[in-house]
């Protein structure tokens, strides 16, 4: 089974007025990393996607979103 991983940390971020730098400061990354992550280019950790949903006050389902790709 292969699961797709999206996610809405851009939009969240907007909502709290941050940029990727402060995000990656909050969560103790470099700012690339979240890029790669907004962009789906970085498989994180499930302790970094907490302390990325923690930072944008949010839960793990709000912030990442799994589906299963089509067959």
């Known amino acids: 089974m292969k699961v797709i991983l ?4 851009k939009e969240l971020r907007a909502r709290h007025n ?3 730098e402060q995000l990656a400061d ?3 990354v470099r700012r690339e990393t979240i890029g790669h992550i907004e962009k ?3 498989n994180l ?3 970094l996607a907490y302390k ?3 930072a944008l006050e949010s839960n793990i389902e709000e912030v990442f979103i ?5 067959k």
């Open 26 to 28: 909050i969560v103790d």
């Open 45 to 47: 950790s499930l302790i």
């Open 52 to 54: 990325i949903s923690r």
């Open 40 to 42: 789906g280019r970085y």
């Open 18 to 20: 941050l940029t990727q």
């Open 66 to 70: 799994f589906r299963e790709a089509d």
């Open 6 to 9: 999206e996610n809405r940390i």
